[in-house]
């Protein structure tokens, strides 16, 4: 089964420190994009970050630049997001996500999603 | 960054019904348009990818369609599963960003 499962979430302070980890499997971890995606108590999707397959490109969100890192060890079929300088404006769950890509055609979508890992930041 | 705006925000439709959500890019995305569906407490699944195909699995009832700039997503006979909020994303940059959603809920 093609499955995503995040863990490391919880309560921390602000100004703190925290990583999300995410496991893969079921499928050729190494061979796709990785995403953060997270989602604001009823709030809408909001992008984070992304890492290339072999962790050789990030991209970060304004709002994450300068204090979030995202790495992944394909080894491992793990992605990890590491979380500084927390805010309460972080507060939200955290998805994992892959993105499966065509480049014979249009398809780039998250078509995988992990089950989502609560951070909480408040003092 | 490319701006997603979804209309409506929310509607309230019947089993039956035949429902529409648009969703404009603010500039030509070519065909890279996604919609999901999030239930509460769930993670949202992908329904359509590169604006028209249907994601394995999905039911035939949904359709997309469009491209450039303005795209739709068609319910065509509402049912009971389908009340849910529903997101369109660009993957044509990064960030890849999504609407602000639209909660379809019952009437």
């Known amino acids: 089964e093609v499955q995503l499962v995040e863990s490391g979430g919880g309560l921390v302070q602000p100004g703190g420190s925290l990583r999300l980890s995410c496991a893969a499997s079921?499928?050729?971890?190494?061979?796709?994009?990785m995403h953060w995606v997270r989602q604001a108590p009823g709030k809408g999707l909001v992008w984070v970050s992304r890492?290339?397959?072999?962790?050789?490109?990030?991209t970060y969100a304004d709002s994450v630049k300068g204090r979030f890192t995202i790495s992944r060890d394909n080894g491992k079929n793990t992605l990890y997001l590491q979380m500084n300088s927390l805010r309460a404006e972080d507060t939200a769950v955290y998805y994992c996500?892959?993105?499966?890509?065509?480049?014979?055609?249009?398809?780039?979508?998250?078509?995988?999603w992990g089950q989502g890992t609560m951070v909480t930041v408040s003092s | 960054d490319i701006q997603m705006t979804q209309s409506p925000s929310s509607l309230s439709a019947s089993v039956g019904d035949r429902l529409t959500i648009t969703c404009r890019a603010s500039q030509s995305i070519s065909s890279y348009l996604n919609w999901y569906q999030q239930k509460p407490g769930k993670a949202p699944k992908l329904l359509i990818y590169?604006?028209?195909s249907l994601q394995s699995g999905v039911p035939s009832r949904f359709s997309g369609s469009g491209s450039g700039t303005d795209f739709t997503l068609t319910i065509s006979s509402l049912q009971p599963e389908d009340f849910a909020t529903y997101y369109c994303?660009?993957?044509?940059?990064?960030?890849?960003?999504f609407g602000q959603g639209t909660n379809v809920d019952i009437k």
């Open positions: 994303q660009q993957s044509y940059t990064t960030p890849r960003t």
């Open positions: 590169a604006a028209s």
């Open positions: 890492i290339h397959s072999n962790g050789s490109s990030t």
């Open positions: 996500v892959r993105e499966s890509q065509d480049s014979s055609s249009w398809l780039r979508a998250f078509d995988i």
């Open positions: 079921g499928f050729t971890f190494s061979s796709y994009w």
